[in-house]
């Protein structure tokens, strides 16, 4: 499928620089702006075909949060998985954010659309970043046998990212750009 789709890319661009001719005279150019609204993303064709795949650039992308469980324990050795399970629940997160976060935000594909975040998505978790916190938050409690609480999570990630879109909305009307 890849490179099927490199092929076309690379046929239209070859195809479009030989089919136009010069233009006989100066015309002058209109720039038009436009900015990409966020969550545009899930309406988009590719976005569509990534949430499909079980395997996006070689890796396999894990359909729910059992799934994500099977693959991190498949994926983790036993030095890495007892170095986190050490980490107590209210510091996971904040310990391994920033190293197997990153990892499950790249391989997984979070931010670009995947199987995986479309999951989350569908249970209205409104970015990446909080995806990863449910997963090693998640993952941290399967490895202890301790209830997962996902609705919780999801709630309380929600919760945050109403904070910040309000404190965002505030600070646009203070400074006059939108009005109330």
């Keep these: 499928m890849i490179?099927?789709?490199?092929?076309?890319?690379?046929?239209?661009?070859?195809?479009?620089?030989?089919?136009?001719?010069?233009?006989?005279?100066?015309?002058?150019?209109v720039v038009i702006k436009t900015q990409k609204?966020?969550?545009?993303?899930?309406?988009d064709s590719m976005y569509q075909i990534r949430i499909q795949e079980s395997e996006l650039d070689g890796?396999?992308?894990?359909?729910?949060?059992?799934?994500?469980?099977?693959?991190?324990d498949k994926l983790m050795d036993e030095d890495a998985t007892k170095t986190f399970m050490a980490y107590s629940d209210a510091e996971v997160d904040r310990k391994t954010h920033g190293s197997l976060?990153?990892?499950l935000e790249h391989k997984w594909s979070?931010?670009?659309?995947?199987?995986l975040s479309d999951y989350f998505r569908k249970m209205k978790v409104p970015h990446y970043d909080y995806m990863?916190?449910?997963?090693?938050?998640?993952y941290h409690r399967h490895l202890h046998g301790n209830d997962l609480k996902i609705k919780e999570q999801v709630t309380f990630f929600r919760e945050?990212?109403?904070k910040k879109q309000q404190a965002k909305a505030?600070?646009?009307?203070?400074?006059?750009?939108?009005k109330e």
Excluded: H
Aim: glycine share 8%; net charge negative.
């Design 3 to 29: 490179r099927t789709l490199i092929f076309l890319l690379l046929s239209s661009i070859g195809t479009a620089s030989f089919a136009q001719e010069p233009p006989q005279k100066e015309t002058p150019k």
């Design 37 to 43: 609204k966020r969550g545009d993303a899930v309406n």
């Design 59 to 72: 890796m396999y992308i894990p359909k729910d949060l059992y799934d994500v469980f099977k693959e991190l």
């Design 101 to 103: 976060g990153v990892w």
């Design 110 to 115: 979070l931010s670009e659309g995947s199987r």
């Design 132 to 138: 990863i916190g449910i997963i090693i938050t998640s």
């Design 160 to 162: 945050i990212w109403n």
């Design 170 to 178: 505030e600070e646009l009307i203070q400074r006059g750009e939108v």
